[in-house]
């Protein structure tokens, strides 16, 4: 049974910083790629970041860049995401997400494996 376990969410002030962790279970880890991805009760989910499957490669969403790191530790079987600057746009859930299609920049489509999410709240 795979499973992806986030945690790291919690209550930041504005200009804050998080670091998200998915652990994953179940499955062949460095086979797939991974991505993070948000939302905001009343919003459409959005896509964050991706990486590849040995983590040579990322993705961003625009509103993100510069801002937020993905990046992934194979022999542990977990994905992180370093979250900086955060502002109230930021404030969601952030779900971590696994893709047997290996690449990046896949759409949510393409995402077999789902986490429960974890709860990113910033405050100004």
């Known amino acids: 049974q795979v499973q992806l376990v986030e945690s790291g969410g919690g209550l930041v002030q504005a200009g804050g910083s998080l670091r998200l962790s998915c652990a994953a279970s179940g499955l062949t880890f460095g086979g797939y790629s991974m991505g993070w991805f948000r939302r905001d009760p009343g919003k459409e989910r959005e896509f964050v970041a991706s990486?590849?499957?040995?983590?040579?490669?990322?993705n961003y969403a625009d509103s993100v860049k510069g801002r937020f790191t993905i990046s992934r530790d194979n022999a542990k079987n977990t994905v992180y995401l370093q979250i900086n600057s955060l502002t109230g746009e930021d404030t969601a859930v952030y779900y971590c997400?696994?893709?047997?299609?290996?690449?990046?920049?896949?759409?949510?489509?393409?995402?077999?494996?789902w986490g429960q999410g974890t709860q990113v709240t910033v405050s100004s």
């Open positions: 990486i590849n499957r040995n983590g040579s490669g990322t």
């Open positions: 997400a696994a893709s047997a299609f290996g690449r990046v920049g896949a759409p949510a489509r393409d995402y077999g494996y």
